[in-house]
């Protein structure tokens, strides 16, 4: 096997010096292995040969696998013991971690020293006692809304509840099988956020119950997290379906009471009984449970005997006859495989009176436990042969998904030949080599930073287009090709989608180099826009504006037209000499029909700029709708497209799953629209907006100034004085070719 030279992943938070980057080698994969749940995997000599991989006459000492990099404990079977072979399987513990950006975890398998499973012989002893129970965790955290507003770290939770004008109940139901009544307490852990915050306080009045009986009755305020546990004698509980309920009353004095359920944990004292023929269950430190168990049963006194110090017996009901394995993953991830045996009235279908013994070394650890016909099988891919992406010479670095890399790609890149050095990487490349082949936007940002920081890139592009719904939660089917970062832009706003932060080399939250995207999901729609920014790039319709106005925000007291008139005022007599009334879309003279035909007739007849100031959503201009998404689709400029400056929220978020925004709709309109559209991807506010606006504006219309010097060099004026408008410094973002220019 070839080793690569690849960069190790890089801390973010810490300020990258050339010594971070110090070249390691990163052994190249010969099969990902996708895991998603805990347990045992297996993996055949069939499996691989599905994938034309042959493992055949290889050392079993030499075939290893990595999580993340690690090489982890495996047991690889040959008959002899040395070579695989056709009957030869290899066999491990997967534990995948969370992920926003992919369900499991990728586990490699490498050719290199492994590290074996210790395969354990323990002498039966029936005269040890069996463990009367074991403290079973269940966690229920479905995942099914999403909120960008989520004052925790993970935007996705399970259910909202809202209190508007009378109180809302609702019960959640979920099983606790096989409960000993021992004197080891229940606990429950209830995990919600506030999801609103007025000017009363406390905002929030929860009560919990459970099974009919009352556990809490508490006020909080604000958005924010309220994790509670609660202890609950074990011998009030029977075992089978359990009742929580979540009451909101309703007696706040706000306008509503809004909770966001994230999740809630129950780990309860349960006997050994297999589930579907597996479990998994800790071993707790030695005190620990004999402790717990002294009153559980008069046996328990046997723990006295001495025989626990060295081995625990575990004695599993509901088994079959059949093989079942046994891991015992120790704290420090050592693996051992103990052999089982099964007894009592066994058959090939589990039942309470066959069952499974196992004699384990004590100590803390986890363990699985698994008949042969359950053992899982990962996902099985095949990795990307990995090239050396740390090498090379540039200043413009394209990440493209693969399915954006051919012709229309190379056509692009030709264009920016005379001015550029650009250099194109596949994003499945910094996975392989950033992230252990799993998706990751923490391994584009290493990536940039590297890029930035090592070879002199200055301006970055990113090629396919994102949704926020990486795992199709939604079933929308909705195709994430390249990943953004999430961030904070405010009190309100937690998962911000910002480009803009992959640009901060330093992480001070201040762009140091250019970024945008093509957000883009088919070939066509690659052309499409590639086509509009040829045509935008030999324009003859320079320095001529669309300027579109909101209407008076009354309750605000703010006037977009003012802000209109204002950025006009601050242009080049170049420009303003091309603007006439005709040029002014304003909502407060026009009314919204000339205001919409103004920009219209402006964009088809050929204008290098639109600007729009206003409030305005994902999907409009004005709250009044002067300009939509649908108005966008129509316009017919191709030969003459347009650039589109939009100073207003969320017109630019690009990572919804089941709509197109503004932006979306002027970049990817076949028939015309822009060949770049810069905006909001988050909230914003307005003096933030029109500061960076004259900012941006100012620079844009410069000699030879590229859209990603404008907006990069406005970003770091305005951070100067307002470092803590993030709402703009990152929630802004060009989606577009950095280097284009006005
Ligand atoms: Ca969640
Ligand atoms: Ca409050
Ligand atoms: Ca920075």
Redesign the pocket.
Known sequence: MKAYTVIKTIVLGLLVSSHSFASIDVPQSILSMKVKTDGIYRVTHSDLMALNIDLTGVHVKKIAITRNGQIIPVKVYSENSTFFSSNSYIEFVGNPSESLYQEGTVYSLILANSISVSEKSVESNPSIRAEAFYMQTDLY?E?TEYSFGAPID?P???KRMLAIGSEVTEDFVFAMENVVKTNRDVTLEMNIWGGTDYLQSPDHHVIYSLNGNPLDDFRFDGITSDIRRYEIPANSFVSGDQTLEIRLPNDTNTLADVIHI??WQVTYPRAFVLNDKKINYSVNTQGDQSQSSTQASSGDLLFANGFEAALKRFTLKNASNENYLVYKVSASGNVEFYPSTVSGSCNSIANMECSLDIYVESGEGQIYVAAESQLMLPELSLPVLMEDINKFKGNYLIIAHPDFIGAELDQFIQSKANEYDVVLVDVEQIYAQYSFSNISATALSDYIKFAASEIGIKDVLLVGGDTYDYKNILSSGSISFIPTLYGSTDDLITFAPIDAKYSDIDNDNIPDINIGRFPVRTEQELANLRQKIAAYSNKTYANTVVFAADKFDVSNGYSFKNDAELLISQLPETWQQNISLNSKAYVDDDGIAVAKAKITNNINEGVALTSFIGHSGPRDWSFSRMFSFSDANLLVNASSPTLVTQWGCWNTYFVSPTEDTMAHAFMLNQNGGAASVLGASTLTKAEHEKDLAQLVLNKLTQQNMTLGNAVTQAKREYALTNPEALDVILGWNILGDPSLKL
Do not use: I
Request: glycine letters at 0%; a negative charge; proline letters at 0%.
């Open positions: 955290a995942n993970d996705w939770f399970a994230e999740s």
